[in-house]
């Protein structure tokens, strides 16, 4: 339990959300410094590493918004956490069956992570690629901003309300090493922003992605000055509900949240109902949110896969299914992970896989 200690740094007491960046970001302790997270060899496994069939998807669709928007000469493109790299590897690959599109792409991955952008680089070398930590290097005209299980790992803040008074959620540093939860008061600012949105009226405790939002609010902005949408896939909820959803795994088996800190990772689920209101809030129109099922069915997955499964001996085919139940279960990543569409006011109504 010592090794709590350095996660608070000089502090007694930090808001969650600090906290778990300090063990998840910390350029030398932190979770995402010190090891690569995806794969089997890892702690868990996300869609684009379960089946390539995931990632042709993304990037049909990538392809499909590109001609709604009128087949721009210039085109941006940016992956929001691009984890190992293989979802925009795939990407990449099925462009150059698209030369038009393929010429007029330009990629950019948002990644902050070292070992992780050394591992991207590494996988996706001899593309031409911009590695940002910022927005503003992008450069001007349409835009498609794409996440898969990017918000998630973004750390959250915890509170509780009483009527309108909101008390937040601390974690400190006991004597022994051992941490406890504390409540303080809300900051006036805070108070007044979880206040604001109605998704959350009703609620006693509240899960608030600040700093999300935060990043959120500058992709918003730079759709807002271009033609342009961002798309989320990731694991979450729409009602909205009373529930502390922080979550620990490591080895692919769940952890107790203050076990093998910096060595697990730690992840909140998405209140797509809250993420919906804010992109509203900020002058975006929204599709209905809808499951990664119903995506997928509706961009065609299953048919891709019966073409594909012809070509294959019948041990690849059962592979090849079995992956895809993974990713269209309703027990398992089906309904558990949603899908949310964000875009400028003036687009096209008309985005392939929404209604």
Same mark, same amino acid.
């Given at each position: 339990m010592r090794t709590n200690r350095k996660f608070f740094k000089r502090s007694k007491f930090l808001p969650i959300d600090k906290f778990f960046s300090n063990v998840l970001y910390d350029k030398k302790s932190g979770y995402y410094s010190s090891k690569i997270p995806f794969g089997r060899e890892g702690d868990y496994i996300t869609a684009p590493n379960i089946s390539t069939l995931y990632s042709e998807i993304i990037a049909i669709w990538i392809i499909s918004t590109w001609e709604i928007f009128g087949k721009p000469k210039s085109f941006n493109i940016v992956e929001l956490g691009p984890g190992d790299g293989g979802l925009m590897r795939v990407i990449l690959e099925v462009s150059k069956k698209f030369p038009e599109f393929n010429k007029s792409k330009k990629i950019y991955l948002y990644e902050k992570n070292k070992n992780l952008i050394k591992k991207q680089k590494n996988i996706l070398n001899g593309n031409k690629i911009k590695w940002i930590q910022n927005f503003k290097r992008i450069k001007k005209g349409p835009i498609i901003f794409f996440g898969n299980e990017f918000f998630d790992a973004i750390p959250i803040k915890q509170f509780k309300k009483v009527k309108k008074n909101v008390s937040e959620k601390y974690y400190s540093l006991k004597k022994d090493f051992s941490v406890q939860e504390v409540f303080r008061n809300a900051t006036p600012n805070d108070m007044k922003l979880v206040n604001s949105f109605k998704t959350l009226k %009703?609620?006693?405790?509240?899960?608030?992605?600040?700093l999300g939002f935060k990043i959120l609010k500058e992709i918003v902005s730079r759709v807002l000055s271009s033609n342009g949408c961002i798309l989320l896939v990731d694991y979450g909820y729409e009602n909205s509900r009373n529930q502390n959803t922080l979550q620990s795994v490591i080895k692919h088996k769940r952890n107790n949240l203050?076990?093998?800190?910096? %060595?697990?990772?730690?992840?909140?689920?998405?209140?797509?109902?809250?993420?919906?209101?804010?992109? %509203? %809030?900020?002058?975006l129109k929204v599709k209905k949110t809808i499951t990664q099922r119903e995506f997928l069915k509706s961009m065609g997955i299953m048919e891709r896969a019966s073409i594909i499964a012809k070509k294959m001996k019948f041990s690849e085919q059962s592979n090849l299914y079995f992956r895809l139940r993974r990713l269209l279960n309703p027990k398992s990543m089906g309904t558990l992970f949603k899908v949310i569409l964000a875009y400028k006011n003036d687009n096209s109504d008309k985005y392939y896989g929404f209604k």
């Open positions: %009703k609620l006693k405790f509240i899960e608030f992605p600040k203050f076990d093998n800190l910096g %060595k697990a990772d730690i992840t909140s689920q998405v209140n797509f109902s809250l993420l919906s209101e804010f992109f %509203k %809030k900020n002058n």
